[in-house]
């Protein structure tokens, strides 16, 4: 009788000690529950976005997601991006990655770097015929060619094709001389008018160009006419 008694005291014992074990999980699992996730707010696509394309107020939006889930490349702001350009397709709902999109122009590609409705053409270039060397991107040059054909003017005859054309790039090559390494000039690209474009490509092919450098500050044209053995006398200070 005693020993069932004992036994009988053991199970309460052990019953209670399970609720309380039980008990005790709930609560810690509850409050477990009731930690709060972190959330981030990132720039997604509203709709699919294509490749190459300015990206406009109506193509992105906002949207929270959980800190844990942001890319590390993720825009956090849409003053960021709008009116920037897209390197590949984004997907609808995809976050919007700097890798993306061209965030910083002025150390992007060229093609990223030409202005709306405007060309980039490259020209041979000189010590001589380039300012000696001395013309650099963001500059301002004047073109001028001297056409010696026949077919184009009865004599050698110089003309300003183009003023005020902005630097776009400037090649270069290394060579060696006396045993030391010199850079040379050896193009230049600008950024012309498509029309502009078609002038320079024929002077290229049927003349001799040289280029002028601007003060930065002088975006002036000067109306000019042509220069050859027809008006050598009549030349003055324009």
Same mark, same amino acid.
């Given at each position: 009788?005693?020993?069932?008694?004992?036994?009988?005291?053991?199970?309460?014992?052990?019953?209670?000690?399970?609720?309380?074990?039980?008990?005790?999980?709930?609560?810690?699992?509850?409050?477990?529950?009731?930690?709060?996730?972190?959330?981030?707010?990132?720039?997604?696509?509203?709709?699919?976005?294509?490749?190459?394309?300015?990206?406009?107020?109506?193509?992105?939006?906002?949207?929270?997601?959980?800190?844990?889930?942001?890319?590390?490349?993720?825009?956090?702001?849409?003053?960021?991006?709008?009116?920037?350009?897209?390197?590949?397709?984004?997907?609808?709902?995809?976050?919007?990655?700097?890798?993306?999109?061209?965030?910083?122009?002025?150390?992007?590609?060229?093609?990223?770097?030409?202005?709306?409705?405007?060309?980039?053409?490259?020209?041979?270039? =000189?010590?001589? /015929?380039?300012?000696?060397?001395?013309?650099? &991107?963001?500059?301002?040059? +004047? @073109?001028?060619? !001297?056409? %010696? *054909?026949?077919?184009?003017?009865?004599?050698? =005859?110089?003309? /300003?094709?183009?003023?005020?054309?902005?630097? &776009?790039?400037?090649?270069? +090559? @290394?060579?060696? !001389?006396? %045993? *030391?390494?010199?850079?040379?000039?050896?193009?230049?690209?600008?950024?012309?008018?498509?029309?502009?474009?078609?002038?320079?490509?024929?002077?290229?092919?049927?003349?001799?160009?040289?280029?002028?450098?601007?003060?930065?500050?002088?975006?002036?044209?000067?109306?000019?006419?042509?220069?050859?053995?027809?008006?050598?006398?009549?030349?003055?200070?324009?």
């Amino acid at each position: 009788m005693k020993i069932q008694k004992k036994v009988l005291i053991f199970a309460v014992l052990m019953g209670l000690l399970t609720v309380v074990g039980l008990s005790y999980y709930i609560n810690n699992n509850s409050n477990a529950q009731k930690v709060e996730i972190p959330y981030s707010k990132i720039v997604v696509a509203a709709n699919a976005i294509p490749a190459n394309v300015k990206i406009t107020s109506n193509m992105v939006t906002m949207k929270s997601v959980p800190t844990e889930s942001v890319h590390p490349e993720a825009i956090t702001s849409l003053d960021k991006i709008i009116g920037k350009i897209t390197k590949s397709e984004i997907v609808s709902g995809e976050q919007v990655l700097s890798s993306r999109i061209v965030v910083d122009v002025e150390n992007a590609a060229l093609a990223y770097r030409v202005p709306q409705n405007m060309r980039a053409i490259s020209i041979p270039n =000189t010590e001589v /015929t380039g300012v000696a060397g001395n013309i650099n &991107a963001g500059d301002k040059i +004047d @073109i001028l060619v !001297t056409y %010696d *054909k026949k077919d184009i003017n009865p004599v050698t =005859t110089t003309y /300003t094709q183009l003023q005020n054309i902005e630097v &776009a790039a400037v090649g270069s +090559d @290394i060579v060696s !001389t006396d %045993d *030391k390494e010199k850079v040379m000039p050896t193009s230049i690209t600008v950024f012309v008018k498509p029309a502009q474009a078609e002038v320079l490509a024929y002077a290229v092919s049927n003349g001799s160009i040289f280029l002028t450098l601007r003060n930065p500050i002088d975006s002036g044209k000067v109306d000019l006419k042509y220069y050859n053995s027809t008006n050598f006398s009549t030349y003055n200070e324009r």
